[in-house]
């Protein structure tokens, strides 16, 4: 199976301030057809888990331009511009292209200072 | 608007059975994959079976395989995961989502219902 690697496991923010997380992967992500099949999910305390993004940069309908993802490859990057209150809980990427099973990677608490 | 209801969690002991089920609602069930996902108490998102829009293929966790079966009855828009054989292991809150692409863009998940495995 895939490895998905998330750093850092967690971090303190101010309000207002940038946010960034990264993950890597054990194998690439680039399909054969030219997408690269790498998700972001979070889960606010208490909840169940939200999209955030899909296929690296793409975010969910609904979901605020504070959010954006990049990278390629096996390195991927999920940047929050300016953080609030309503943003903490646990940002989870997912690999998607090695089949069965998607993995997940371990999960970064963001918590607010 | 979409909603996934899921029910049927239980506290089980080890070596038995349970049915869970997702109901489904707001959306066109049966064009869609949909996704069993957990999390164990304290844990992360661990992906565990996924069933196809249309033709019900299935794809199982290696965790899972063997004791669990994902179905669908499209007529009642409703996902179900039969559990059999269950270990202290699975112990977790289930989720369902709706899947799109047929793998892993989970745009909606419910609330989760918990599954308990101790004697």
Not at chain 1, 87 to 113: A, N, R, S, W
Not at chain 2, 63 to 78: E, Q
Request: aromatic residues 10%; neutral net charge; proline residues 5%.
């Amino acid at each position: 199976d895939i490895v998905m690697t998330q750093t850092p496991l967690s971090l303190s923010v101010t309000p207002g301030q940038p946010a960034s997380i990264s993950c890597r992967s054990s194998q690439s992500l680039l399909h054969g057809d030219g997408r690269t099949y790498l998700y972001w999910y979070m889960q606010k305390p208490g909840q169940s888990p939200q999209p955030l993004i899909h296929e690296v940069s793409n975010r969910f309908s609904g979901v605020s331009d504070r959010f954006s993802g990049s990278g390629s490859g096996t390195d991927f990057t999920l940047k929050i511009s300016r953080v609030e209150a309503e943003d903490v809980g646990v940002y989870y990427c997912m690999q998607g292209i090695h089949l069965p099973p998607p993995t997940f990677g371990q999960g970064t608490k963001l918590e607010i200072k | 608007e979409v909603q996934l209801l899921e029910s049927g969690g239980d506290l089980v002991r080890p070596g038995g059975s349970l049915r869970l089920s997702c109901v489904a609602s707001g959306f066109t069930f049966n064009n869609y994959a949909m996704t069993w996902v957990r999390q164990a108490p304290g844990k992360g998102l661990e992906w565990v079976s996924a069933i196809s829009g249309s033709d019900g293929t299935t794809y199982y966790a290696d965790s899972v395989k063997g004791r669990f079966t994902i179905s669908r009855d499209n007529s009642k828009d409703t996902l179900y995961l039969q559990m059999d054989s269950l270990r202290a292991e699975d112990t977790a809150l289930y989720y369902c989502a709706k899947t799109i692409d047929g793998c892993c863009r989970f745009d909606y998940w419910g609330q989760g219902t918990l599954v308990t495995v101790s004697s």
